[in-house]
């Protein structure tokens, strides 16, 4: 499984503000229990999908 994923970059992708949510979700259930760094630049989730994520203090976010 992704037990042990600690990084993911998803920049230069299509993840859309469902897509954030999602993987919020995941994140808050304890999916991925070794996550720390997760990068979404230059994607077309909304500005507010962006700082949803970033609002959970667990791992540190990277977005422009």
Known sequence: GLA???????S???ITDAGCATLGAALDS?????FEYLF???IPASAA?????KAKSYFK????
């Open 61 to 64: 976010i990277y977005a422009s």
């Open 30 to 34: 304890g999916a991925l229990p070794a």
């Open 40 to 42: 979404l630049h230059a």
């Open 49 to 53: 999908a962006k700082a949803a994520l």
């Open 4 to 10: 042990k994923l600690k990084k993911l970059d998803l």
């Open 12 to 14: 230069r992708t299509q």
